[in-house]
């Protein structure tokens, strides 16, 4: 009986396919990337996310993970109505035991509950007009990658006119919804616009505005740091605060001859209120409303050589919080954001799932960047590069080390990184890289043997073999 079953199943199957098909067109693509952490001394500061504390002495393992992601898009009336699906697995850790999880399934006969989704929503464009068009649902939001650059669910108006290209849209980031009478919480939204523009030949630029805001009923989040949480200074992890915070950013990019560049400058205020917020002295603050004012800057020069050779300098600076007893936040903060500019301290290793931090600043001390980037593509299917990185923050860390007696810095190291990638086929890439961090001495803060000095170095190489379709 079984068997009938499975052939009237396969029979139906096979003469609905045809009807599928013709009543939408279907295009699938994937990124299906296998990484290894080849060696670190510190493989402590790589174990998800936050990093530390870094021990006395070497930590070093040698692992792997997959990520997976896999997307299709169905498109109809002439590509004027689409939706589209994205599914991601992992990353699975070579060896990962368990039933359930990003991470789980790795070990003895897989099998495990790791599918998450990454994109889900619907792009259309009016019928009235189809310069313009809409999306909603699950998908990526592009207004800054220094401020909010990531999977969103929300809706979008977007189009071209007048020879410039705009979005305005409304997003949810976090859903409340009442179930008494008088209860003045909200959901966390967010409306933004963006308009690109082409003001010169070779010269373009945006400029963008965000307003986020949540309103609270009562209560506080416990806002803190340790030595295990590099990155909780983000919008995205302060939902339970009252947020209403404004930010508005100009950029652009420009080529002249064989000089190029680029810029950015944002600035960001309002409020974060009925917050209890704790130091990295541990200390709670005093206060628990604060005014928010901030700023973020990056400048980029470049110069393109011959033989498909560049190099660019890159500079940024994200304000700090100088004073945690008064009742201004000052640290620049950006929503969601993924930064891969340095291997030690960012996303920058290919097992880009443990990272430190994924912001460009640390927690409310904002950041200071000194870059200089070298890339050479050395033939058609090799490339090679590096950079010589030089960090810091943009105010004091100040704590108390193992012995009770205060300490404040700011210098967070000098870092040299070099890759290589090779094209195996045209969409199959082995790609090595490496950084070491020359350790300054604020970052005994994240050492667990704190005296004041910055005793551990930090080496990582990390390796992947990426297709791409």
């Given at each position: 009986?079984?068997?009938?079953?499975?052939?009237?199943?396969?029979?139906?199957?096979?003469?609905?396919?045809?009807?599928?098909?013709?009543?939408?067109?279907?295009?699938?693509?994937?990124?299906?990337?296998?990484?290894?952490?080849?060696?670190?001394?510190?493989?402590?500061?790589?174990?998800?996310?936050?990093?530390?504390p870094?021990e006395?002495g070497?930590?070093?393992?040698?692992?792997?993970?997959?990520?997976?992601?896999?997307?299709?898009?169905?498109?109809t009336?002439?590509?004027?109505?689409?939706?589209v699906?994205?599914?991601?697995?992992?990353?699975?850790?070579?060896?990962?035991?368990?039933?359930?999880?990003?991470?789980?399934g790795?070990?003895?006969?897989?099998?495990?509950v790791?599918?998450?989704?990454?994109?889900?929503?619907?792009?259309?464009?009016?019928?009235?007009?189809?310069?313009?068009?809409?999306?909603?649902g699950?998908?990526?939001?592009?207004?800054?990658?220094?401020?909010?650059e990531?999977?969103?669910?929300?809706?979008?108006?977007?189009?071209?006119?007048s020879?410039?290209?705009?979005i305005?849209?409304?997003?949810?980031?976090?859903?409340?919804?009442?179930?008494?009478?008088?209860?003045?919480?909200?959901?966390?939204d967010?409306?933004?616009?963006?308009?690109?523009?082409?003001?010169?030949?070779?010269?373009?630029?945006?400029?963008?505005?965000?307003?986020?805001?949540?309103?609270?009923?009562?209560?506080?989040?416990?806002?803190?740091?340790s030595?295990?949480?590099?990155?909780?200074?983000?919008?995205?992890l302060?939902?339970?605060?009252?947020?209403?915070?404004?930010t508005?950013?100009?950029?652009?990019?420009?080529?002249?001859?064989?000089?190029?560049?680029?810029?950015?400058?944002?600035?960001?205020?309002?409020?974060?209120?009925?917050?209890?917020?704790?130091?990295?002295?541990?200390?709670?603050?005093?206060?628990?409303?604060?005014d928010?004012?901030?700023?973020?800057?990056?400048?980029?020069?470049?110069?393109?050589?011959c033989?498909?050779?560049?190099?660019?300098?890159?500079?940024?600076y994200?304000?700090?919080?100088?004073?945690?007893?008064?009742?201004?936040?000052?640290?620049?903060?950006?929503v969601?954001?993924?930064?891969?500019?340095?291997?030690?301290?960012?996303?920058?290793?290919?097992?880009?799932?443990?990272?430190?931090?994924?912001?460009?600043?640390?927690?409310?001390?904002?950041?200071?960047?000194?870059?200089?980037?070298?890339?050479?593509?050395?033939?058609?299917?090799?490339?090679?590069?590096?950079?010589?990185?030089?960090m810091?923050?943009?105010?004091?860390?100040?704590?108390k080390?193992?012995?009770?007696?205060?300490?404040?810095?700011?210098?967070?190291?000098?870092?040299?990184?070099?890759?290589?990638k090779?094209?195996?086929?045209?969409?199959?890439?082995?790609?090595?890289?490496?950084?070491y961090?020359?350790?300054?001495?604020?970052?005994?803060?994240?050492?667990?043997?704190?005296?004041g000095n910055?005793?551990?170095?930090?080496?990582?190489?990390?390796?992947?073999?990426?297709?791409?379709f």
């Amino acid at each position: 009986m079984k068997r009938v079953l499975f052939f009237l199943l396969a029979v139906v199957s096979l003469a609905v396919t045809p009807l599928l098909v013709s009543a939408a067109d279907m295009q699938v693509h994937g990124d299906f990337n296998n990484r290894f952490m080849l060696g670190s001394n510190h493989d402590e500061w790589f174990n998800g996310s936050g990093g530390g504390p870094l021990e006395d002495g070497s930590v070093t393992n040698l692992w792997g993970e997959a990520k997976y992601r896999l997307w299709a898009d169905f498109s109809t009336n002439n590509g004027k109505v689409k939706g589209v699906y994205a599914a991601e697995w992992g990353a699975l850790e070579y060896g990962a035991g368990g039933s359930v999880g990003k991470s789980a399934g790795g070990g003895f006969s897989g099998d495990a509950v790791n599918i998450e989704t990454r994109w889900l929503y619907t792009d259309f464009k009016l019928p009235w007009n189809d310069k313009l068009g809409v999306k909603m649902g699950l998908f990526p939001l592009k207004l800054n990658k220094y401020f909010w650059e990531e999977t969103q669910m929300g809706v979008q108006l977007y189009g071209g006119l007048s020879g410039s290209n705009f979005i305005f849209g409304w997003t949810r980031g976090d859903e409340y919804r009442s179930v008494k009478k008088n209860d003045d919480t909200t959901s966390l939204d967010s409306i933004y616009a963006k308009v690109d523009f082409k003001p010169a030949d070779n010269f373009k630029m945006n400029i963008w505005a965000d307003y986020l805001f949540k309103n609270l009923d009562g209560g506080s989040e416990l806002v803190g740091v340790s030595a295990k949480q590099g990155e909780w200074y983000e919008a995205k992890l302060m939902k339970a605060a009252e947020l209403d915070i404004f930010t508005i950013g100009l950029g652009g990019d420009f080529k002249s001859g064989n000089f190029f560049g680029g810029f950015d400058f944002i600035y960001q205020g309002g409020s974060v209120d009925k917050v209890s917020y704790k130091d990295y002295l541990g200390n709670t603050a005093p206060d628990d409303n604060y005014d928010l004012n901030a700023w973020f800057a990056r400048l980029d020069l470049g110069y393109n050589f011959c033989c498909d050779m560049k190099l660019t300098y890159r500079f940024w600076y994200a304000s700090g919080d100088d004073d945690s007893d008064d009742s201004d936040f000052n640290g620049y903060m950006a929503v969601d954001v993924d930064t891969f500019d340095s291997v030690v301290l960012m996303e920058g290793p290919y097992t880009d799932d443990d990272y430190f931090v994924e912001t460009p600043y640390i927690g409310d001390k904002g950041f200071i960047m000194n870059e200089l980037l070298f890339a050479w593509k050395t033939s058609k299917k090799t490339t090679i590069g590096g950079g010589l990185l030089y960090m810091m923050l943009a105010e004091d860390l100040e704590y108390k080390d193992n012995n009770g007696k205060s300490q404040s810095d700011d210098a967070l190291g000098l870092e040299v990184n070099a890759y290589v990638k090779y094209k195996l086929y045209d969409n199959l890439e082995f790609a090595i890289n490496a950084g070491y961090l020359f350790a300054g001495d604020a970052m005994d803060y994240w050492e667990s043997d704190k005296d004041g000095n910055a005793d551990e170095d930090i080496f990582v190489s990390t390796a992947r073999v990426r297709y791409n379709f």
